[in-house]
């Protein structure tokens, strides 16, 4: 999707003219703007806006010279945090990806990702609202925050879809990680509403071997679709030689080899 650009100035509730234009946006470009006005409020007003909308990345570009330290830093995590779960944004997760790829090929230690999708998410969203979905959605970031190591990071990576970044281990050890985080999902139904919900997630993964950052998440991202292709709520680990995967059983989980 091309980015469409606005530049946002004087973001004042007064400006009749500047409603208008509001009111014929999108739902996302609203949302854009809701959070650029918070964060004016910040600011004070003091300054130009430039929001980018490119898939779910919004970005604000804004004259830090007319903010304070604090005003800054609140800002500056604004813009890589996700409004709905609290964790970094498509942003945020990619800049955390590079820093802990220039991180392996400094100190020469393994690197691996894992790419989560909730499974039938859509079909949670039509039967139950998107109400509903939110609280599956923020109920999936906490599970999987719970099973990860401390020094592991997750962002919302668009959508139902989460990446998942896993320093100091090759595609064997990140395996086990991210079934701690399946099998924590899945562990009990998620409470929204009056409902309770039986939410499963599959998982792709790829060990760093060198490359660009899209070659990894392009790995991780087949071994996704591996994942969904053989009956979903599994793990699916690229190892460099061969496609590796689970499957729940109700005696623990498996290792088994996934065809291509």
Do not use: W
């Not at 995590?77 to 090929?105: F, H, P, Y």
């Not at 985080?181 to 499963?200: D, F, G, N, Q, Y």
């Not at 060198?210 to 190892?239: F, M, N, P």
């Amino acid at each position: 999707m091309e980015a469409t650009q606005m530049d946002v100035a004087n973001l004042k509730k007064s400006d009749a003219e500047q409603n208008a234009k509001i009111a014929q946006l999108s739902d996302t470009a609203k949302e854009a703007l809701a959070r650029a006005e918070e964060a004016g409020k910040l600011a004070k007003g003091k300054f130009l806006f430039e929001v980018t909308l490119s898939d779910d990345v919004v970005r604000f570009g804004f004259n830090k010279s007319d903010l304070s330290a604090e005003a800054k830093a609140a800002l500056e995590k604004q813009a890589v945090t996700d409004a709905l779960t609290g964790v970094l944004n498509r942003r945020g997760i990619l800049d955390k990806l590079e820093a802990e790829i220039a991180r392996a090929e400094r100190q020469g230690k393994p690197l691996s990702v894992g790419l989560l999708d909730i499974d039938h998410f859509k079909s949670i969203n039509d039967r139950y609202g998107h109400a509903v979905g939110d609280v599956v959605l923020c109920a999936v970031v906490e599970r999987a925050q719970a099973a990860l190591r401390g020094y592991d990071a997750v962002g919302r990576f668009g959508g139902e879809e989460f990446l998942i970044v896993i320093p100091g281990v090759e595609a064997g050890g990140a395996l086990p990680v991210l079934e701690r985080v399946r099998l924590r999902v899945s562990e009990t139904p998620v409470a929204a509403e009056a409902h309770r919900i039986s939410v499963t997630v599959s998982i792709g993964g790829a060990a760093y071997r060198g490359g660009s950052i899209d070659s990894l998440i392009r790995a991780a991202d087949e071994a996704l679709y591996r994942a969904k292709a053989q009956g979903r709520d599994r793990s699916v680990i690229d190892t460099g030689s061969e496609l590796v995967g689970t499957q729940s059983r109700t005696s623990g989980t498996e290792k088994v080899a996934v065809a291509g």
